[in-house]
């Protein structure tokens, strides 16, 4: 397993943009599929969006989130980003990276996990 510390939340106002860094521990930080959840209060967690392994080529989006976020790596740095364009109230929650064997969309499917970063969308 993997070691996974997110950064990069903070308090942004509706319309504006934010990168949530993802930096994992291991040599074997390439061989990782890596996701990020987010889970709004009171609500369950929600798969946000995967990358595959390796070069990354497969990349997977929610549908309430397409065309405004997108996800990233730098196998070089070991680390997994997440950058929000056009941010609603609605996106606010706390943001989870998640690092596994497969790409999924499901979190069971993930066993490393981050504490998580929190982001607040003002209206």
């Known amino acids: 397993q993997v070691q996974l510390v997110e950064s990069g939340g903070g308090l942004v106002q509706a319309g504006g943009s934010l990168r949530l860094s993802c930096a994992a521990s291991g040599r074997t930080f390439s061989s990782y599929a890596m996701a990020w959840f987010r889970q709004a209060p009171g609500k369950e967690r929600e798969f946000v969006c995967a990358i595959s392994s390796w070069s990354g080529g497969g990349k997977y989006y929610a549908d309430s989130i397409e065309g405004r976020f997108t996800i990233s790596r730098d196998n070089a740095k070991n680390t997994v980003y997440l950058t929000m364009n056009s941010l609603k109230p609605e996106d606010t929650a706390v943001y989870y990276c998640?690092?596994?064997?497969?790409?999924?969309?499901?979190?069971?499917?993930?066993?490393?996990w981050g504490q998580g970063t929190l982001v607040t969308v003002s209206s």
């Open positions: 998640a690092a596994g064997r497969l790409t999924s969309t499901r979190a069971n499917q993930y066993a490393s």
